[in-house]
């Protein structure tokens, strides 16, 4: 993926809402430099998604094996550690 400064390390987040026996959600963050909109970068992560092969299933639930989303920050002073 362009623009791409930074990535964290995965990590485990217990999981809110769905079925009793899910297990952990598998988090990281990726910080990018770019001149792109909001809009451009959530077309970029639904691509990602198809090319994982994501299939939409349950909103919350243990039939999916990807799921993206984003936060927006304008400030070059903005620093995600």
């Known amino acids: 993926m362009p623009?791409?400064?930074?990535?964290?390390p995965v990590y485990e987040t217990d999981p809110v809402g769905g079925p009793p026996d899910q297990g952990p959600y598998l988090n990281l963050v990726v910080e990018l430099s770019t001149d792109r909109s909001a809009r451009q970068l959530?077309?970029?992560?639904?691509?990602?998604?198809?090319?994982?092969?994501?299939?939409?299933?349950?909103?919350?639930?243990?039939?999916?094996?990807?799921?993206?989303?984003?936060?927006?920050?304008?400030?070059?002073?903005?620093?995600?550690?």
Request: glycine fraction near 4%.
């Open 3 to 8: 623009d791409v400064v930074r990535v964290s």
């Open 42 to 81: 959530l077309q970029l992560a639904k691509d990602a998604e198809a090319a994982a092969d994501r299939k939409p299933t349950a909103r919350w639930g243990p039939g999916r094996s990807m799921s993206t989303s984003s936060s927006w920050a304008t400030s070059s002073s903005t620093s995600l550690t």
